[in-house]
């Protein structure tokens, strides 16, 4: 007979005596049972003393964190966290050096459980924290655990960041500021100046005042990527909150302290590979770079402007050599709108109103200007070369530039926030100053050669366009490390080689769409679902690592996940870091029952997912996210590391619980399984060798024929 749901058997620790084997009834109180295990080791005082976990974070149990608590789980007794805060408060103001430095450590450690949190932040204890750091005392060690339990207490959001002082934040600049500082105190100064300017507008502010960008740079050039993570993390949060007319003048900081340069040789063409906090961060600084276009892009242009009409006069005269102009106003006006017909725009009497409609606005003006000026053979190249074509075939420059700018800002998100969780960064994009004017140019390029590929007129213009955008997003999923390599790209991905793909890519839809190929299909699907199944829960027992989301990425915690090899239990446990391969079962301490999972829910309807805002940061996280509900009430909460991991964790699972699987994965791998079977089949029955037959009985003859066509 299995045990009542609400006892768990627990074995609970205390230095010195030999563990206690309890069956901890649920329905008890907490307090109850800490009294009774107190009894049993002749401790009195019950009320002083509390249970944690014995692995792990080693965090408190509490009423609300009970649930938690697994069959054969190994908890201890410890002194509860009210007293253990105030001996630690004690201890850390006392005179003896190496008393204060265990206490510092003890709490540095403490400092991430909520419950002991909530205690000391009671007695005042980061007021104290702040007033050891403003004293300047403290070094080494002793000023890094310090900074370790500030950071860690502040990040549980029990107290506002706005009650920081200005000595403290002048304090940690300094330390920021300083030449030569140790790592870790460096380290955790940064994150700390990082989450004042996200957390407090009005210390933004101040950190501004204390930090310069150039001093931030100094962090790019050493030889630790964390140091340099932590650098640039805070350069894009003071970039990210700084006002509108700030960020300009920002990014003219950044240009002229060769940010950009540095970044490239440091940091994305160094001797280390590119770690995932990293390259988000790279992925948070290329949106933030991009977005400064956002207001040529949402700007329209005036036609009574004299200084922007200026520019489209000087399009023209770039490409037509203007000196020779009549002099008659009528006969002029004549030519200018001859031209402007030749250079492509759909108002060839006022070319202003092209750029009235946003996006792209202005930024498309400001792309064409750019390839008039630093590319202008390219240019003239493009608007003679289509003024002379006949007029069906002619590639309208002015008109593609601006569809082009569109859809360029459409591809990079100009203008949306960051995504939390992406690391979507293009290195080509930190090659050059002017990476997207460069960007713009190579993609004209291509559109021009495109069009002739295509033989397109004015009608297939939107046809056109589509071929382009896939060949842009085909070419950036490919990551090209310079944009030479990205026209290499291009190249390789001309008109011909789009519609191979589309014809390969379609094969499985369009194709084989006879009574007995879709027989044929119906026949070997079942065989094929089986497999993937199979890899599936392979993949499942291999496991996989996911992280412990919180306020600081960086400062985040990892945990595995495996299914046992017999298909009947899933093991996990916590991971101090990222493993390199397979953890071992015997690593993971917690385990789950499959016959106890009830369902798997995924998005919205995970419990960790709808407490979350519905903010464009949380976007991405909500698309990865899904939950394993089991018995009795309990869940157990992923957040996938990319997409991929997502469809094979939740198709996994549902195969383990004999449900469809229904992921996009699944329906690519199904369908590309099954032309690839199908092929193979039909192959086979081409190379089938017919024995000759004997000699036919003479009859009538047939009016049926037979035409066999394997191809």
Same mark, same amino acid.
């Given at each position: 007979?299995?045990?009542?749901?609400? +006892?768990?058997?627990? /074995? #609970?620790?205390?230095?010195? &005596?030999?563990? $206690? *084997?309890? %069956?901890?009834? !649920?329905?008890?109180?907490?307090?109850?049972?800490?009294?009774?295990?107190?009894?049993?080791?002749?401790?009195?005082?019950?009320?002083?003393?509390?249970?944690?976990?014995?692995?792990?974070?080693?965090?408190?149990?509490?009423?609300?964190?009970?649930?938690?608590?697994?069959?054969?789980? +190994?908890?201890?007794? /410890? #002194?509860?966290?009210?007293? &253990?805060?105030? $001996? *630690?408060? %004690?201890?850390? !103001?006392?005179?003896?050096?190496?008393?204060?430095?265990?206490?510092?450590?003890?709490?540095?450690?403490?400092?991430?459980?909520?419950?002991?949190?909530?205690?000391?932040?009671?007695?005042?204890?980061?007021?104290?924290?702040?007033?050891?750091?403003?004293?300047?005392?403290?070094?080494?060690?002793?000023?890094?655990?310090?900074?370790?339990?500030?950071?860690?207490?502040?990040?549980?959001?029990?107290?506002?960041?706005?009650?920081?002082?200005?000595?403290?934040?002048?304090?940690?600049?300094?330390?920021?500021?300083?030449?030569?500082?140790?790592?870790?105190?460096?380290?955790?100064?940064?994150?700390?100046?990082?989450?004042?300017?996200?957390?407090?507008?009005?210390?933004?502010?101040?950190?501004?005042?204390?930090?310069?960008?150039?001093?931030?740079?100094?962090?790019?050039?050493?030889?630790?990527?964390?140091?340099?993570?932590?650098?640039?993390?805070?350069?894009?949060?003071?970039?990210?909150?700084?006002?509108?007319?700030?960020?300009?003048?920002?990014?003219?900081?950044?240009?002229?302290?060769?940010?950009?340069?540095?970044?490239?040789?440091?940091?994305?063409?160094?001797?280390?590979?590119?770690?995932?906090?990293?390259?988000?961060?790279?992925?948070?600084?290329?949106?933030?770079?991009?977005?400064?276009?956002?207001?040529?892009?949402?700007?329209?242009?005036?036609?009574?402007?004299?200084?922007?009409?200026?520019?489209?006069?000087?399009?023209?005269?770039?490409?037509?050599?203007?000196?020779?102009?009549?002099?008659?106003?009528?006969?002029?006006?004549?030519?200018?709108?001859?031209?402007?017909?030749?250079?492509?725009?759909?108002?060839?009497?006022?070319?202003?109103?092209?750029?009235?409609?946003?996006?792209?606005?202005?930024?498309?003006?400001?792309?064409?200007?750019?390839?008039?000026?630093?590319?202008?053979?390219?240019?003239?190249?493009?608007?003679?070369?289509?003024?002379?074509?006949?007029?069906?075939?002619?590639?309208?420059?002015?008109?593609?530039?601006?569809?082009?700018?569109?859809?360029?800002?459409?591809?990079?998100?100009?203008?949306?926030?960051?995504?939390?969780?992406?690391?979507?960064?293009?290195?080509?994009?930190?090659?050059?100053?002017?990476?997207?004017?460069?960007?713009?140019?190579?993609?004209?390029?291509?559109?021009?050669?495109?069009?002739?590929?295509?033989?397109?007129?004015?009608?297939?213009?939107?046809?056109?366009?589509?071929?382009?955008?896939?060949?842009?997003?085909?070419?950036?999923?490919?990551?090209?490390?310079?944009?030479?390599?990205?026209?290499?790209?291009?190249?390789?991905?001309?008109?011909?080689?789009?519609?191979?793909?589309?014809?390969?890519?379609?094969?499985?839809?369009?194709?084989?769409?006879?009574?007995?190929?879709?027989?044929?299909?119906?026949?070997?699907?079942?065989?094929?679902?089986?497999?993937?199944?199979?890899?599936?829960?392979?993949?499942?027992?291999?496991?996989?690592?996911?992280?412990?989301?919180?306020?600081?990425?960086?400062?985040?915690?990892?945990?595995?996940?495996?299914?046992?090899?017999?298909?009947?239990?899933?093991?996990?446990?916590?991971?101090?870091?990222?493993?390199?391969?397979?953890?071992?079962?015997?690593?993971?301490?917690?385990?789950?029952?499959?016959?106890?999972?009830?369902?798997?829910?995924?998005?919205?309807?995970?419990?960790?997912?709808?407490?979350?805002?519905?903010?464009?940061?949380?976007?991405?996280?909500?698309?990865?996210?899904?939950?394993?509900?089991?018995?009795?009430?309990?869940?157990?909460?992923?957040?996938?590391?990319?997409?991929?991991?997502?469809?094979?964790?939740?198709?996994?699972?549902?195969?383990?619980?004999?449900?469809?699987?229904?992921?996009?994965?699944?329906?690519?791998?199904?369908?590309?399984?099954?032309?690839?079977?199908?092929?193979?089949?039909?192959?086979?029955?081409?190379?089938?060798?017919?024995?000759?037959?004997?000699?036919?009985?003479?009859?009538?003859?047939?009016?049926?024929?037979?035409?066999?066509?394997?191809?």
């Amino acid at each position: 007979m299995p045990p009542p749901v609400d +006892i768990v058997k627990v /074995a #609970i620790e205390w230095p010195g &005596a030999n563990a $206690q *084997l309890i %069956e901890m009834d !649920q329905k008890r109180a907490l307090s109850s049972i800490i009294r009774e295990v107190c009894d049993g080791w002749s401790l009195s005082g019950s009320e002083q003393f509390a249970l944690r976990y014995a692995d792990g974070p080693q965090l408190y149990i509490t009423e609300q964190s009970r649930s938690e608590i697994k069959n054969g789980t +190994i908890l201890r007794l /410890a #002194i509860s966290p009210a007293r &253990a805060a105030r $001996q *630690l408060l %004690e201890r850390i !103001q006392s005179h003896g050096i190496d008393a204060r430095l265990e206490a510092l450590k003890e709490l540095a450690k403490l400092s991430a459980d909520p419950t002991f949190a909530a205690e000391f932040i009671n007695m005042e204890g980061i007021g104290t924290l702040a007033r050891l750091v403003e004293s300047g005392t403290h070094f080494g060690e002793m000023l890094a655990f310090t900074l370790t339990a500030f950071l860690e207490l502040m990040d549980h959001g029990i107290v506002s960041w706005d009650l920081i002082s200005l000595s403290f934040i002048k304090q940690i600049a300094g330390y920021v500021n300083q030449p030569m500082v140790d790592v870790s105190i460096l380290q955790r100064s940064l994150a700390i100046l990082e989450s004042m300017v996200l957390n407090s507008h009005s210390l933004y502010h101040r950190v501004a005042q204390e930090i310069t960008v150039g001093q931030l740079i100094g962090h790019l050039q050493v030889s630790n990527q964390e140091i340099q993570t932590y650098a640039i993390a805070l350069i894009n949060a003071l970039f990210l909150k700084a006002p509108e007319d700030r960020r300009q003048e920002m990014a003219s900081t950044l240009a002229q302290k060769h940010l950009r340069s540095i970044i490239l040789n440091h940091v994305i063409r160094g001797n280390r590979p590119i770690k995932a906090e990293m390259a988000h961060q790279l992925y948070v600084l290329q949106v933030l770079t991009f977005n400064l276009l956002e207001e040529r892009m949402m700007t329209k242009m005036d036609p009574n402007d004299q200084a922007q009409r200026d520019i489209i006069f000087e399009l023209r005269r770039i490409a037509f050599d203007g000196e020779n102009d009549p002099t008659g106003t009528e006969k002029r006006k004549a030519m200018y709108t001859k031209d402007y017909k030749m250079l492509g725009f759909t108002n060839h009497v006022n070319p202003a109103m092209d750029f009235t409609q946003t996006p792209p606005g202005m930024l498309a003006l400001d792309n064409m200007l750019y390839l008039a000026k630093v590319h202008q053979d390219t240019y003239i190249r493009i608007v003679l070369e289509n003024s002379s074509r006949e007029d069906k075939h002619e590639c309208p420059f002015g008109r593609c530039a601006i569809e082009l700018t569109r859809m360029l800002c459409e591809i990079l998100q100009v203008g949306e926030l960051p995504n939390e969780g992406c690391n979507d960064y293009h290195p080509m994009f930190f090659t050059h100053d002017r990476a997207w004017e460069e960007f713009f140019c190579v993609c004209i390029q291509l559109l021009n050669k495109t069009w002739k590929e295509m033989r397109a007129t004015a009608e297939d213009f939107n046809k056109v366009m589509q071929v382009v955008r896939e060949q842009i997003t085909r070419a950036l999923a490919m990551k090209p490390s310079s944009l030479d390599q990205l026209k290499n790209k291009l190249r390789g991905l001309n008109y011909s080689e789009i519609l191979r793909l589309r014809q390969s890519e379609r094969m499985s839809q369009d194709d084989f769409q006879s009574p007995p190929i879709i027989e044929l299909r119906e026949r070997i699907q079942p065989e094929i679902l089986e497999l993937i199944k199979q890899q599936r829960l392979n993949r499942l027992c291999e496991g996989s690592c996911f992280r412990k989301l919180g306020n600081r990425r960086r400062q985040e915690k990892f945990w595995f996940c495996r299914l046992s090899l017999n298909h009947k239990v899933l093991h996990y446990g916590d991971l101090d870091e990222s493993p390199q391969g397979e953890v071992p079962f015997e690593l993971l301490s917690d385990k789950i029952p499959v016959s106890d999972i009830k369902s798997v829910v995924t998005g919205k309807e995970c419990p960790h997912m709808k407490e979350k805002s519905a903010l464009k940061q949380n976007k991405e996280v909500l698309e990865l996210a899904f939950s394993v509900l089991y018995d009795p009430d309990e869940t157990l909460n992923f957040v996938a590391p990319n997409k991929y991991e997502y469809c094979i964790w939740t198709d996994g699972l549902c195969a383990l619980l004999g449900r469809e699987m229904g992921s996009d994965l699944t329906r690519s791998d199904l369908d590309t399984l099954i032309s690839m079977e199908m092929k193979l089949r039909l192959l086979d029955l081409e190379n089938i060798t017919i024995p000759e037959a004997p000699p036919p009985v003479p009859k009538e003859p047939s009016s049926y024929n037979f035409t066999y066509n394997y191809s």
